[in-house]
């Protein structure tokens, strides 16, 4: 078994045409990213009819000459593809489908070269290339009646955008229930990725969402990194949250008597705030008692050293807060709209540097409190990863 960094993912992008900007003027950030641009040659992908029926993707020639150019280029990976987009000022990223998992974000440096912010493994096993790390999104969304789904194949709705302002690609899942619309919106400016998820609630009953925009940040070494901003703010030590595509090091948490079967994913999140009901006092009352027992009190340090093991969800935290990694000399300004919760994971520093498990994990979370949809609500939820360094 062998593990490959997130070079793996690595852009060459002198390939690419500029040739179809938009027609109509973009504004940079601060932008509504919902708001579709004003174009009148807009292009979609048809949409499988019946949600059940699973859907074909396009082929790597039809998305080219569909969506490619003006920044953009696509690339076949096995039974998946790779959406790559380029801006004339050096940033760069890749989305895979239909996963939507975000696999590399390159933006440039204060220096004059680029610097790949996320962090994305491979490793070789017998089944195949296993991809853990990047950005990903790790919801469910549960009716009233107790039917439950998560988004989790995403087909490509359209490409907006140039490669001198910014490029925007939109994707939507579906659930065979109805429950549910989900449109996930990653846009690449040119000092700042940006992604939303808009959640539709289609039913006549509340709709209940659990989970998490999971970031995993490259960084030289935990030891030399820093979080600046949450002073002040309350967190609850909880144990890892889990998705197909989190890092967690073997044996995290052994020292804190936290072990590998008391991970948190989405299933174990689902039972613990089963009958959420607001008519089902007893649960209420279960979730009080556990945020009460795991209450750590207040952030104390302004500029925390993430060198220690730890992972956490913080209910107060700024909208905004950076992450400093001296060893690489660069920062990240991580933001959030919509979620109220954050969650922060650090594997520790007894690790080599700039190897699989130096990286820094953030997360836009909704999982202490979940989000409520009342019927047919939309509910809109953001991360931005803001590049100061240019």
């Not at 938009?22 to 009148?40: A, N």
Request: charged share 20%; aromatic share 10%; with cysteine.
């Amino acid at each position: 078994m062998t593990t490959a960094s997130s070079s793996f993912f690595s852009h060459c992008f002198s390939h690419l045409w500029y040739t179809k900007p938009i027609k109509h003027p973009i504004s940079l950030l601060p932008c509504h990213l919902s708001t579709p641009f004003q174009c009148s040659n807009k292009r979609e992908l048809p949409v499988a009819a019946v949600a059940s029926v699973p859907y074909i993707p396009a082929s790597v020639d039809y998305l080219e000459t569909e969506f490619g150019g003006h920044g953009v280029a696509f690339e076949g990976l096995g039974d998946s593809y790779v959406v790559k987009m380029g801006l004339e000022n050096g940033s760069l990223a890749s989305l895979m489908l239909p996963s939507g998992l975000i696999t590399s974000y390159k933006a440039p440096m204060w220096h004059g070269g680029t610097l790949e912010l996320l962090h994305t493994t491979v490793t070789e096993e017998q089944s195949g290339a296993l991809i853990q790390g990047g950005v990903s999104l790790a919801l469910d969304c549960e009716s009233d009646g107790g039917i439950s789904w998560s988004p989790s194949s995403w087909i490509l709705q359209d490409v907006r955008g140039n490669a001198e302002e910014l490029i925007q690609v939109e994707m939507i899942s579906s659930d065979p229930e109805s429950i549910a619309e989900v449109k996930y919106i990653v846009t690449l400016q040119p000092d700042v990725l940006s992604l939303e998820i808009v959640i539709s609630n289609s039913k006549s009953l509340p709709l209940q969402l659990t989970g998490s925009v999971i970031s995993h940040l490259t960084v030289s070494n935990p030891d030399a990194t820093y979080a600046i901003g949450l002073e002040g703010s309350n967190f609850f030590s909880r144990a890892p949250f889990f998705s197909n595509f989190c890092l967690i090091p073997p044996g995290f948490g052994q020292k804190n008597e936290v072990d590998s079967s008391q991970l948190w994913g989405l299933p174990e999140i689902k039972r613990f705030l089963s009958g959420w009901n607001a008519k089902n006092q007893n649960d209420a009352n279960q979730l009080e008692r556990m945020k009460e027992e795991d209450m750590e009190g207040e952030e104390e340090d302004n500029y925390k050293k993430l060198s220690s093991e730890m992972s956490r969800i913080y209910t107060s935290a700024p909208r905004n807060f950076t992450v400093i990694d001296r060893g690489r000399r660069n920062s990240v300004v991580v933001r959030r709209d919509g979620f109220k919760e954050l969650y922060m994971f650090s594997p520790g520093c007894n690790h080599e540097y700039y190897s699989k498990y130096t990286y820094i994990c953030v997360g836009q979370s909704a999982v202490l409190e979940p989000i409520i949809l009342g019927p047919e609500d939309v509910w809109k939820g953001e991360q931005h990863l803001h590049n100061p360094n240019l």
